[in-house]
Nanobody
Framework: QVQLVESGGGSVQTGGALRLSCEASGVSYSRNCITWFRQSPGKEREAVAGFLVGIGPTYYADSVKDRFTISQDTAKNKVYLQMNSLKPEDTAMYYC???????????????????WGQGTQVTVSS
């Protein structure tokens, strides 16, 4: 059974940085994606960055390119989201999710992910 646990959220000012961590257990390290999504009140859940386990990043939302970096620590079974130059519009609940991938990249559709963490809140103040 897949279990995902996020950590690392918090409150920062504009321009600050945070590193989110997603600890994954029960994930097959073969053809699996770990993708970070975010959702703020009144908005749809959107994919932020996706990582094909054992391969590398396959997706960044345009709004976070050059500011966010997704990476993996295989030894620790963790996928990180380093978030730099944070903006108020990055404020959201951030979730990591897991799903198998058979197309060599990670889906950006939240309803194609069956395993989710509980979320971690990120708040960026101006």
């Amino acid at each position: 059974q897949v279990q995902l646990v996020e950590s690392g959220g918090g409150s920062v000012q504009t321009g600050g940085a945070l590193r989110l961590s997603c600890e994954a257990s029960g994930v097959s390290y073969s053809r699996n994606c770990i993708t970070w999504f975010r959702q703020s009140p009144g908005k749809e859940r959107e994919a932020v960055a996706g990582f094909l386990v054992g391969i590398g990043p396959t997706y960044y939302a345009d709004s976070v390119k050059d500011r966010f970096t997704i990476s993996q620590d295989t030894a620790k079974n963790k996928v990180y989201l380093q978030m730099n130059s944070l903006k108020p519009e990055d404020t959201a609940m951030y979730y990591c999710a897991s799903a198998p991938s058979f197309i060599g990249r990670c889906s950006v559709k939240w309803d194609e992910y069956s395993s989710w963490g509980q979320g971690t809140q990120v708040t960026v103040s101006s």
